[in-house]
């Protein structure tokens, strides 16, 4: 696999940006580039949604925001795969599906019906499929994961999936620092004065990062 292609949906259901971490970690650590899509942009206004993720285009990740519904951002994401060999990966019902068949519309993958998914979504994609792309490349079709466990990552690894994190990391006062009520430390610092997002950092430390 070249990328994964991380699918989180701007609504229905709404991105848990933790959960995307995670899926961050899981393929910066398997040395998968990654590139987030954020599909059905089409629910949401755009300026807020941009802003809530700005923190990973910011942080150096490819950061594609889509609607298979509209088109937006369709074309982006078919340059994407083109050539390459990819996974979409993401929670169920946020439109990994739909998404290759608007890149592809010969493929007619199995998508969920419009109206039905709940926040827990309904897992209408059941095994993988690897489809050749009209255009050049190959992807992975995946049935959504409701949640992502993986306890071999070591806290560097965590630190690979936080470029706006990792450049603080090695200044707090004490080396062995928990990053929580330790005095001088300088992630909490960094939060404090607008560098880094606080939420970043719970996230961070809530995988093990150091
Ligand atoms: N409004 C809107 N709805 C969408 C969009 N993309 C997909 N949907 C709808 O979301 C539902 C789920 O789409 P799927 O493509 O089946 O989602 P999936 O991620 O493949 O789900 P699993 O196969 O269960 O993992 C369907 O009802 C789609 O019609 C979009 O961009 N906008
Ligand atoms: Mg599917
Ligand atoms: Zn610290």
Not at 26 to 37: E, H, K, M, Q, S
């Amino acid at each position: 696999m070249d990328q994964a292609v991380i699918v989180f949906a701007a609504a229905e259901p709404r991105t848990d940006r933790f959960m995307l971490d995670r899926f961050l970690v899981a393929a910066t650590a398997t040395a998968i580039g990654p590139v987030i899509c954020i599909n059905k942009c089409d629910l949401v206004d755009g300026e807020p949604l941009r802003a809530r993720f700005a923190v990973y285009r910011q942080s150096g990740f490819r950061l594609l925001f889509t609607s298979a519904a509209t088109g937006e951002g369709v074309d982006g994401l078919r340059e994407t795969l083109k050539d390459r060999r990819s996974v979409l990966c993401g929670p169920s019902g946020v439109g990994k599906s739909s998404l290759l068949n608007a890149v592809a519309p010969g493929l007619s993958l199995r998508t969920g019906e419009m109206g039905e998914v709940t926040h827990k979504g309904r897992h209408t994609t059941s095994s993988m499929s690897y489809l050749q792309l009209p255009f050049g490349g190959w992807v992975a079709d995946t049935p959504g994961l409701r949640q992502l466990g993986f306890w071999e990552v070591e806290g560097e690894q965590v630190a690979a999936a936080f470029p706006d994190i990792a450049p603080y990391l090695g200044s707090c006062r004490y080396s062995n620092c928990s990053h929580g009520a330790d005095p001088g430390c300088a992630l909490k610092a960094a939060v404090a004065a607008g560098e880094v997002e606080a939420w970043r950092l719970k996230s961070f430390l809530q995988m093990g990062g150091r």
